[in-house]
């Protein structure tokens, strides 16, 4: 598709909460705001679906530079998945309870960044343990990695 072409219009109920292309730009990765994730054809026919990625609302969705990808709910549930919308790993991150996600990343490593309404940042790691924690006094509006692994977030 031309840039700023429509590609399709289609109605979700539950809203959307992020969209990427794949890597090669063929095809559309969607996510829902209930939780699953397609991977869909530019005429929004959907070639595979996920129903049950995460737990709830879906906040965020990322690519990292190897072909992984991933959502993280408003609780703090996140999948990382591939292209082909095939799961491999899931986890909730240990945080604060009562905290609100506001966004979230993914790095090369499969580190993963998440900033909260309360803000805090929290990094996991490939095998989901807590190695980071950081406040600030403000929410975490955009929370993800730089190329070279260092966390980056924005406030307010």
């Known amino acids: 598709a031309a840039s700023g072409d429509e590609l399709f219009n289609n109605k979700y109920t539950y809203g959307i909460g992020g969209v990427l292309f794949t890597s090669d730009d063929a095809q559309l ?4 705001k209930r939780g699953e994730l397609m991977r869909m054809e530019f005429d929004g026919t959907v070639v595979t679906k996920v129903s049950d990625a995460v737990n709830s609302e879906i906040k965020t969705m990322k690519s990292a530079v190897d072909g992984e990808y991933m ?3 408003i609780n703090g549930n996140y999948a990382v ?3 082909n919308v095939n799961i491999l790993r899931k986890a909730q991150a240990n945080m604060i309870e009562g905290s609100t996600v506001y966004s979230g990343g993914i790095d090369a490593s499969g580190n993963i960044a998440i900033g909260t309404k309360q803000g805090y940042v929290y990094v996991m790691n490939p095998q989901d ?3 980071y924690t950081y406040r600030q006094t403000d929410v975490i509006s955009i929370s993800d990695f730089a190329t070279d692994g260092t966390v980056m977030y924005i406030t307010g």
Not at 29 to 32: E, S, Y
């Open 81 to 83: 998945f591939d292209e």
């Open 71 to 73: 959502v993280v709910d």
């Open 29 to 32: 990765l969607v996510a829902t």
């Open 129 to 131: 343990k807590l190695i």
